[in-house]
């Protein structure tokens, strides 16, 4: 079965741009989950996803929103970047909302010049 | 804010030795908690997860939880090399399993 794939995987911006990162979650899984994780602040929960629907945040700003298709593929966007968005972004998938077993995604290194 | 908090380590034990990982959390309605192992430059993997006080065994891992002192371990039993990582404990708030906080993590060298 194939895991949790994220694209891309490294990603240069520049302050002031958008970026879109996307999340497959493994085949069934129905929930995706969204995570910051820098060397300060660790890992931070942004937001879960689950039949389309929000069903969590995290307390970031409004620059950071997502969304999930029909098929449980997940984008987050991250607007009008800054310097401090400078992170690995994680996404997780797990079967259905309140699942407890999350597996994570590769990542995406995003870096902000 | 809820909190989770650990020892950031460096811990090092040798190899065969116990080691042990500990936690707390200051949500006291958190239901859920979890250890992840994330190696250098790698993604978090779930370990285990425990969700009742006492212990919980899988293979070399055993989770620790006692609600009553908000607190949360985990042993790793005759550790090797390859268990060198930063370990990860993660907190279910109350109301929702999903929402997890994590803590900053402790990085763990198992000296051969």
């Known amino acids: 079965k194939a895991g949790v794939t994220q694209t891309p995987r490294y990603l240069i911006k520049t302050r002031g741009q958008q970026v879109t990162l996307s999340c497959s979650p493994i085949?069934?899984?129905?929930?995706v989950s969204w995570y910051q994780q820098t060397p300060g602040q660790g890992l931070q929960f942004l937001f879960e996803?689950?039949?389309?629907?929000?069903?969590n945040k995290g307390n970031f700003p409004g620059r950071f929103s997502g969304r999930q298709f029909s098929n449980s593929r997940s984008e987050m966007n991250v607007s009008t970047l800054e310097l401090g968005d400078s992170a690995l972004y994680l996404c997780?998938?797990?079967?259905?909302?309140?699942?407890?077993?999350?597996?994570f995604g590769p990542g995406t290194r995003l870096t902000v010049l | 804010q809820k909190e989770v908090e650990q020892n950031s380590g460096p811990l090092s034990v040798p190899e065969g030795a116990i080691a042990s990982l500990n936690c707390t959390y200051s949500?006291?309605?958190?239901?859920?908690f979890f250890w992840y192992r994330q190696y250098s430059g790698k993604s978090p993997e779930l370990i285990m997860f425990?969700?009742?006080?006492g212990d919980k065994e899988d293979g070399r891992f055993t989770a620790q939880l006692n609600k009553a002192s908000q607190y949360v371990s985990l042993l790793i039993r005759d550790s090797q090399p390859s268990d060198s990582a930063t370990y990860l404990c993660?907190?279910?708030?109350?109301?929702?399993?999903?929402?997890?906080?994590f803590g900053s993590g402790t990085q763990l060298t198992v000296l051969p």
């Open positions: 993660a907190v279910g708030s109350s109301g929702s399993a999903r929402q997890l906080t």
């Open positions: 949500d006291r309605g958190s239901q859920s």
């Open positions: 996803y689950f039949s389309e629907t929000q069903r």
């Open positions: 425990i969700y009742s006080n």
């Open positions: 085949s069934g899984h129905r929930s």
């Open positions: 997780a998938s797990s079967r259905w909302t309140g699942d407890n077993e999350q597996f």
